[in-house]
């Protein structure tokens, strides 16, 4: 590929290999999500897959390396820590059919991967990833697409190991995305479905919008009001806001989706809870029916700004998820008169 240039041929030819260069290199590295860790604009479904804390076997003792005696060696630790040259396994199993499926991801909840990322990990003994988010003593979670074809359906294995250093995995999922073209089966062959609603309205102290119409919020009193339709079984309903804000994610982006996971909250963890572990986000309710859901948010931590929306995002028991259901909002300002 070359680039068009006023300068001598020589030139053209070094910002034509320098792009084509960068072109083949986007194509071999792991796409990765920098923008929250439900990040989607357009209604997306995929199912979960939460690596249960009983594989969680702390770090190693130090004092017995290279020997890799784990901290917790019964397993159910908050945390996951490979030292030295020593690896951590974790077994986890996938009972549905994803050979139609479009695409597999994994998610690390990491602490202290450092600015020089240490964390590796394979599935199956498969490909090295290098996770490429990290902060020297904050938590960067990770989401990034693994080739399909490394995971079994059945049992699994995903190993960590470090390459500079020690570091924490606080919490593992694979999610493998679906749709209605490129379906996701359980094991007796039946198509897996995804949990179905929108968000309807947006209330503010001016009046009440249709969240497709977007709108000018008068907050004066830090408040705003969402309203979501939840059309099929859910086990609960998360509301987000994509807005100039503070980074959690430690990404480097400030006007993103807000969210970010609680470790230990999600299934499986030590702390596990009926609404799961987002956090930073506007908030989440349980859904016992289908029916309308309404959450108030508070906002005097946000600024006066344009360009806001909402979305929700839906999870049933099985762990089947839509981010972004019914699609996400139109913009709204956010406005205050003093």
Known sequence: MFVHSPYKHGV???????????LMLLLVMPLVAFAGIYDADTPTTYKE??????????????AELPNCVDTDSNGNSWYVEPWGQCRKDLTFTIPDDFSEALKVEVYLDLWRNRVRQSARFQINNGQ?????????????PYVMEIDKSELNQGQNTL???????????????IRIYYDESHP????????IGAPQGELVSVWAENGLFA????????VDNDLIVLTANVTTPAKFVEFH???????????????????????????????????????????TLLTPAPGRYTMAWRLPHVINQSGVRFKIRLVDAAGNVQDAAGGISAPFDITRSA
């Open 128 to 140: 090295t990833y290098q996770p490429l988010a990290g902060e020297n003593w904050s938590r960067t």
């Open 49 to 62: 897959y939460w690596i249960d804390h009983k594989e969680f076997t702390g770090g190693h003792v130090e």
């Open 12 to 22: 053209t030819m070094r910002v034509g290999f320098g792009v084509g260069l960068g």
């Open 211 to 218: 969240a497709a119409t977007g709108g000018t919020l008068l």
């Open 184 to 191: 996701l089966r359980d094991s007796n062959g039946a198509v």
């Open 159 to 173: 190993s960590l190991f470090n390459n500079n250093g020690p570091f924490h995995a606080h919490d593992i999922a």
């Open 241 to 283: 806001a994509y807005y100039d804000g503070y980074d959690e994610d430690n990404d480097g982006v400030s006007k993103d989706w807000h969210n970010l996971g609680r470790n230990n909250f999600h299934p499986g963890g030590r702390e596990e809870q009926p609404t799961g572990g987002t956090i930073n986000h506007i908030g």
